[in-house]
């Protein structure tokens, strides 16, 4: 029972990196490592700030529905203080 292999290893070493690495350097080349590594980083930026940009407006969706829930509470409120009147 403890000679089982796991499903999911933990994160690659050092000479997993290195091996990761080479093979990198060997199909893009080392004249187009700085690019590829600009682009990736350009992307993830352009990822983060698409993902604030929907957070933000989720956030203001959640404000305005709970604004607009306090006012339909306040109107019926409202209303029946009327109705208590007449």
């Not at 050092?14 to 350009?42: C, D, H, M, W, Y």
């Not at 352009?46 to 306040?74: C, M, Q, V």
Request: net charge negative.
């Amino acid at each position: 029972m403890s000679n089982l292999i796991p499903l999911f290893p933990g994160l690659p070493g050092g000479p997993e990196l290195l091996i990761v690495l080479l093979i990198v350097v060997l199909l893009f080349g080392a004249n187009k490592l700085p690019q590829l590594a600009r682009s990736t980083g350009q992307a993830m930026g352009e990822f983060r700030r698409g993902r604030e940009e929907i957070e933000d407006e989720l956030k203001k969706g959640a404000e305005e529905s709970e604004a607009s829930d306090d006012d339909d509470e306040e109107s019926a409120e409202a209303d029946t203080e009327t109705e208590k009147e007449n």
